[in-house]
């Protein structure tokens, strides 16, 4: 069971250029998010998804665009990349409990991260 | 606007004392609060939560309280250990009837560093 596995772990582009950020769980989760994190910053949703075939946007959606057409994967693509998108990217996954009687004893679990440099 | 705020960038406290960890909110929608722990080159990894209907959550050394009139809460971790140094992220999650904690609202973290 690797749980969150994220692809590549570093990437330089210069601005412009596109590339996916890959992102797969093994664990059957219904739920997968993106986030970024920035220095001195928390971590700032991107794009999330409930389950195959549906997305929606997050607090900082611009520029970024997902897809997830099967429920291990969930890439993140960059059209165009731009300096601003500078970062370290999480992906996430999680499953759906009930809140019916409390609170949900699962909660979302993060892969390793990519750092991504925008020249 | 920030609706999670950590006002501590770090925290510096000595081995077999407590930390305490603070964290205050600004939407009163967010039901469900989470603290994650990170260190340096991984993902955050899940710490302790609460639901907004106790004040008190327990889990071995780490305890989390809630005051929702003041709209805070707080992470203590008692005693301290060298190996709880790593970022601490408080994090706020809204009511989602039957769903899961997918859209949360993280604080900018505090940096714990325990000494031994």
């Known amino acids: 069971n690797a749980g969150v596995t994220q692809t590549p772990k570093f990437q330089v582009l210069k601005t412009g250029q596109s590339m996916t950020l890959q992102c797969a769980q093994d664990m059957n989760h219904e739920y997968m998010s993106w986030y970024r994190q920035d220095p001195g910053m928390g971590l700032r949703l991107i794009h999330y998804s409930v389950g195959a075939g549906i997305t929606d946007q997050g607090e900082v959606p611009n520029g970024y665009n997902v897809s997830r057409s099967t429920t291990e994967d969930f890439p993140l693509r960059l059209l165009s990349a731009a300096p601003s998108q500078t970062s370290v990217y999480f992906c996430a996954s999680s499953s759906q409990r009930l809140r019916l009687a409390g609170p949900p004893t699962d909660t979302q679990y993060f892969g390793p991260g990519t750092r991504l440099t925008v020249l | 606007d920030q609706q999670v705020k950590q006002n501590s960038p770090s925290l510096s406290v000595q081995e077999g004392r407590i930390s305490i960890l603070n964290c205050d909110y600004t939407?009163?929608?967010?039901?469900?609060f989470l603290w994650y722990k990170k260190y340096p080159a991984e993902g955050p990894t899940f710490l302790i939560s609460i639901s907004s209907i106790k004040d008190k959550n327990e889990d071995g050394r780490f305890t989390v309280f809630l005051n929702k009139s003041a709209k805070h809460l707080s992470l203590h971790i008692v005693p301290s250990q060298p190996g709880d140094s790593a970022v601490y992220f408080c994090?706020?999650?809204?009511?989602?009837?039957?769903?899961?904690?997918?859209?949360?609202?993280f604080g900018k973290g505090t940096l714990l560093t325990v000494n031994p």
């Open positions: 939407n009163s929608m967010f039901d469900y």
């Open positions: 994090a706020a999650s809204p009511p989602i009837i039957g769903g899961s904690n997918y859209k949360l609202t």
